[in-house]
């Protein structure tokens, strides 16, 4: 008898950027190696596709599940014959698209965020201010009565056990959530990860403690789909969508990639999860890969993903972040410059600052700092999670929008780079934060 349970998939994420407050870690650039730290990523992304040893995926109406065999290549071949089977794939293994060096190797200094968070500020970061005056301003501060879920390692959301609630969130800013690893609801963090791209969604601001966040008034829904080596297998993964979906999340921020190679007959289980929420009215947003290659990385690559790409300090295309004609938007990943010819804003191997947020280091959820090293579309994609709540919780494409509509709202608001109009590198251009929440501009 074959024996079906739910598995995780299997992926690695990146965190990035945090916006400090006093007290906060500040400087020019950030320490260690960037070009180390792209090429790392590069080649942790260009690396084979894996899947689950003994293990396939079996979709049928009824859903997708995991079946226990001894040869996958023949049990593919085999249960794909079965009557009301709609598809057999092995269980593929994703990654983060981040580089995360194992220890910060910085000292603290007494600075402004302005001096970390240069995503945040306007020239070649999002904006964030003037948008946190455009929602204070129409009585939604911080994009308060969103929910955001986040789809990762975890966050560091409690107290409990060897485990310790960020010092710079709130314990009011949490919905309920669940652990796909370990199958229980207590989505802790022990990676780091999820706890950083959750900083760059919704870190406390104002309160004189660290970084801050981008929709700070949002809620944070954790939902673990990713191991402590920052890796999880397709059927948790598309679990965890649907588990936020169902539950009312708004925006589902994915900061992970499969292979180049993995195409989407491979995870089917994951693109009905996607449609799925996509008919619930809840956006997903995803992170393009961090191969350099040029074709946008599952799950970003669906037509139901608004796919995320990512810039350096200086407002060039990063030099690991993939593009292609299913690249949407860009936001700040950090990094090194790509080499792009005729781009003025590109220097080709030119480092610049890494993206900043409050998250545990070393892998001890007890003990909390803002390290250097974060770079990849991973941290980008938060960025974009992050203005997609606030654009909702703005009103200004009215109560209930769609997630076509607020897609559209933050494409059409975007600063254009690179060649006039959308193009491989840079999708609709820069996420804008402010123009995108700013109501004298009309709605198209």
Known sequence: MLRFRALPLLVSVLVAGAVGVPGAQAGERASGDARAASAALKAKASAPARFRAGEVVVRDRKGSRVVRVRNVARAVRTLSKRPGVLSVTPNYIARSTGWIPPDPGR??????????????????????????????????????????????????YANRGRYRRSPDFSKHRFVGGWDFVDDDRYPND??????????????????????TGLAYGVKIMPVKVLDREGEGDSEQIAAGIRFAAKRGAHVINLSF??????????????????RYARRRGTLVVGASGNAAAAAVAYPARSSDVLSVGATTQHGCQADYSNEGADLDIVAPGGGVDAALQGDPNCQATRS??????????????????????????????????????????????????????????????????????????YGWGLLDAARATDPAIPVQ
């Open 107 to 156: 000292s603290r200094e007494i600075g402004g965020w302005q001096k970390l968070q240069w995503n945040f500020l306007p020239a070649t970061g999002v904006n964030a201010p003037d948008a946190w005056e455009h929602l204070a301003q129409l009585g939604r501060p911080g994009g308060k009565g969103v929910v955001v879920a986040v789809l990762d390692t975890g966050v560091a």
């Open 257 to 274: 990639e499969f292979p180049s190679e993995i195409t989407r007959s491979q995870i089917p289980n994951i693109l009905d999860a996607i």
């Open 352 to 425: 610049g600052m890494d993206i900043f947020q409050m998250t545990f280091r070393s892998r001890s959820p007890r003990h909390f700092t803002m390290p250097s090293g974060y770079i990849g579309t991973s941290m980008a994609a938060p960025h974009v999670s992050a203005t997609a709540a606030l654009v909702i919780a703005s009103g200004i494409l009215g109560p209930k929008p769609s997630p076509a509509a607020v897609e559209r709202r933050l494409k059409l608001t975007a600063r254009d780079l690179g060649p006039p109009g959308r193009d491989p590198h």
């Open 190 to 211: 022990d990676n780091g990860h999820g706890t950083h791209v959750a900083s760059t969604i919704a870190e406390g601001t104002g309160n004189s403690i660290g970084l």
